[in-house]
């Protein structure tokens, strides 16, 4: 785990994640093609790259709002030393811990996905247990009704002392001019199409 330092930092942290992406899409993007085998891996590469990065941006963006969140909330404040896991390669920590001294004094698991089927509610399972073994405030976060409603479920069945949040991640709410843009392509798709 790594100190999360102040939310500001945090937040430019994922920003650089999310810019190196973008980047590397645009190189992957740039490369010349002379054939449809060639565009076909290249646009291939190109979903990889941007499904491989962009669970993970979105993961660390929704543990930066939990922990404002938590704050804003007073569940933890910002005087507590803050460590979060912003890769979710460390599989035994949890995605967020503030420490009062050497004790917990809350921690949060995270998850960015929007339905809780398949893989997404056995990695559910998994992070609840992992908050379940810890001490302090414990809480869930989570962006959508569904995985709400299915978290719920499954911690009153487990009889676990565990908050369940529904947070907005920021990155779902664009702003007036990229909403215009969104509807403009929108309409102008279906115009196309003759729908």
Known sequence: MQELGSFEEARCNVLAD?????????????????????TIAVLTGVRKQAQDCLHQIQHQQMIVSAAEWLVRHRAGDESLRWLWNPRSADRGAVDLVGFEGDAVAVCAEVNALEEPIGVSDTQMRRALLKLAAMSGRRFYFVRSAAMKRRAVSKIVKAGWDIA????AAQWEFPSITQAVSLVSLAGASLGATGR
């Open 18 to 38: 999310a810019q190196k992406t973008l980047a590397g899409i645009r190189r992957a993007a740039a490369e010349p093609t002379e054939s449809v085998a060639a």
């Open 164 to 167: 369940v949040v529904q947070i």
